[in-house]
């Protein structure tokens, strides 16, 4: 079965540190892969997706992302976050053109110190 | 547009009780899916649907756990009976031609069973 792994599960850091928060994925063929924040108290937005093409993907707030297929690994990174970055980040996929099934990780939180 | 809707914000029940959980997906969106958030778990697919027709509810935990789609403006997700395990954030997301343009979520329903 398809399933997503993040590295972390919790990470903290200091303003104008650099990000890089890791995922794996386990299935093999195409694969379309997202990144969602949820802002605590809040539901998940999209951060940023990848579907084909150049494999690093801009995001909204200076996020982006590289796709490494020969890794199964779908990394997100910022180059300096700061305290409004703090929220829980989920690394999510789905099979290509199979339309449903948005499989998440289990979730990183960052909590940035100010 | 309002995006995906759900209400209620919170329910809290007692152990036994009936429970319902409402969703109004965005308009023109075909896919509509129902996720469970816990600490434990993290975020779980339970079932999907597909122009109102559920295509996968291998994620349904039991039978005590049923959802439906009555029209494309409208999901429901009912727990009979409730039992405090399935505390948790019961969030419905909706998307337009599967992932395509990516998920949208609700606010979610945080359940409490006590």
């Known amino acids: 079965a398809q399933s997503v792994s993040q590295h972390n599960h919790h990470v903290i850091l200091s303003e104008a540190a650099s990000l890089e928060l890791g995922c794996n994925y386990s299935?093999?063929?195409?694969?379309?892969l997202f990144w969602y924040v949820q802002y605590p108290g809040q539901h998940l937005q999209l951060l940023l997706k990848?579907?084909?093409?150049?494999?690093l993907v801009k995001g909204i707030k200076g996020f982006e992302a590289e796709f490494i297929k020969s890794k199964f690994s779908f990394n997100l990174r910022k180059p300096s976050v700061q305290w409004s970055d703090t929220a829980e980040y989920f690394c999510a996929v789905t099979e290509y053109n199979q339309g449903g099934k948005l499989i998440f990780g289990q979730g990183t939180e960052l909590s940035v110190k100010p | 547009d309002a995006g995906v809707i759900q209400s209620p914000r919170h329910e809290v029940t007692e152990m036994g009780q009936e429970v319902t959980l409402r969703c109004k997906p965005i308009s023109g969106h075909d896919y509509l899916f129902w996720y469970r958030q816990t600490m434990m778990r993290g975020l779980e697919l339970l079932i999907y649907f597909n122009n109102n027709v559920p295509i996968d509810d291998s994620g349904m935990p039991e039978d005590r756990f049923s959802a439906k789609m009555p029209n494309a403006s409208f999901s429901t997700l009912k727990i009979q009976p409730s039992e405090p395990r399935d505390s948790a954030v019961y969030f419905c997301?909706?998307?337009?031609?599967?992932?395509?343009?990516?998920?949208?979520f609700g606010s979610g329903t945080r359940l409490t069973v006590v």
């Open positions: 990848y579907f084909s093409g150049d494999p």
């Open positions: 997301a909706s998307s337009f031609q599967g992932d395509s343009y990516g998920y949208t």
């Open positions: 299935y093999g063929g195409t694969v379309n």
